[in-house]
C-alpha cells in the first residue's frame, strides 16, 4: 500500500500583478512506504511545488493526496531538507536540531537530549555539538539539518536539493552516508535533485518532470544494486 498517494494534483499560483503560473498538471503518483523516489527535471517545471503541497506548505489548487502514515496529521510523519539548512547562528550545533523539541513546548526531555547527540554522532557532528553554524563546513551545515529534520523520527523525509549547494566531493560522500540512513531506517525518501547521476545512485524510481506542462513525463525504475555504504 502506498504512503503517499498523489491523485491527478494540479497547482496554480495566483498573482494579481501577474499572470497565474500553472506549475503542476495533473500529476499523479504513488510512493511506496520505504521507497526512496527521486524527482529530476530542468529549473521551473514544479519538484518544489511538488514537495511543498506533499509536506502542506503549499496548497494544491485540484486533484488529491492521501497518506497513509498512521499519524492524525500526516506532515507530523514528514522530516523536510532544504537546500539551504536555515540553522539559527546564535544556537549551538545541539540547540538548532532541538529546535523543533523546544518550539513544540517539550523542554528538558533527556531523552530529546540523548536523541539528538546519536544523531550527530551518526552524522559524524559528535565534535561540533556545542559549536555554533558559522564554524562549520557547508557540508557539516547540511547535516546538522538532516539530523534536526529526523529528530522526530519521521517515516518520510522530504529533499529538495539537500546537496545542491555543496561541491562534488561533499556531494557524492552525503549521498553515500544518506543511503546509509535510508537503508538503516527504511525512511521513505522524496528527493528532488538536478543531478541525474545522483537520482538513478540513491533511487529505486527516478521520476522525470517537465517544465511544459509541469507534468510527470516519465518514471524509471532504477533496479541497479546500491552501493554498499
Ligand atoms: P529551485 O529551482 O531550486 O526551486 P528557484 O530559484 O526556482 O529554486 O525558487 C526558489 C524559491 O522561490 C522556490 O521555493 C519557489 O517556490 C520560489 N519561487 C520561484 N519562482 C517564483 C515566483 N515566480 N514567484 C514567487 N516565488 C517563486
Ligand atoms: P523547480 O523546483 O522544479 O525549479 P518550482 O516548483 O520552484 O520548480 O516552480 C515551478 C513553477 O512555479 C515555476 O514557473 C516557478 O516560477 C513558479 N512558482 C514557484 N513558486 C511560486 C510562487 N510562490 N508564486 C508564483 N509562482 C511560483
Request: proline share 12%.
Given at each position: 500500500q502506498p504512503i503517499i498517494e498523489i491523485d491527478r494534483v494540479d497547482k496554480r499560483y495566483r498573482s494579481r500583478k501577474a499572470e497565474s503560473v500553472h506549475?503542476?498538471?495533473d500529476v499523479s503518483l504513488s510512493i511506496e512506504d520505504g521507497e526512496f523516489v527521486s524527482i529530476v527535471g530542468p529549473?521551473?517545471?514544479g519538484k518544489s511545488t511538488l514537495l511543498k503541497i506533499i509536506n502542506g506548505l503549499e496548497r494544491h489548487s485540484g486533484g488529491v493526496l492521501r497518506f497513509r502514515?498512521?499519524?492524525?496529521?500526516?506532515?507530523?510523519a514528514m522530516g523536510m531538507v532544504f537546500?539551504?539548512?536555515?540553522?539559527?547562528?546564535?544556537?549551538t550545533i545541539l540547540d538548532n536540531v532541538l529546535l523543533p523539541r523546544d518550539l513544540g513546548g517539550?523542554?528538558?526531555?533527556d531523552a530529546d537530549v540523548e536523541r539528538a547527540k546519536t544523531l550527530l554522532r551518526t552524522l559524524r557532528l559528535g565534535d561540533f555539538?556545542?559549536?555554533?553554524?558559522?564554524?562549520?563546513s557547508g557540508g557539516m551545515q547540511q547535516r546538522v539539518g538532516i539530523a534536526r529534520a529526523l529528530m522526530h523520527d519521521p517515516p518520510i523525509l522530504l529533499m529538495d536539493?539537500?546537496?545542491?549547494?555543496?561541491?562534488a566531493m561533499t556531494r557524492d560522500q552525503m549521498s553515500l552516508e544518506l543511503l546509509q540512513i535510508w537503508e538503516r531506517d527504511r525512511k521513505t525518501v522524496v528527493f528532488v535533485t538536478h543531478s541525474i547521476s545522483e537520482a538513478v545512485l540513491l533511487s529505486d524510481r527516478v521520476v522525470v518532470m517537465s517544465?511544459?506542462?509541469?507534468?510527470?513525463v516519465s518514471v524509471v525504475e532504477v533496479g541497479l544494486p546500491r552501493p554498499r555504504s
Open positions: 506549475a503542476l498538471r529549473s521551473g517545471c502514515t498512521g499519524a492524525e496529521d500526516p506532515r507530523q537546500q539551504q539548512p536555515l540553522l539559527l547562528p546564535w544556537r517539550r523542554r528538558g526531555r555539538m556545542d559549536r555554533h553554524p558559522k564554524e562549520l536539493e539537500p546537496f545542491g549547494a555543496l561541491d517544465s511544459r506542462p509541469g507534468r510527470i
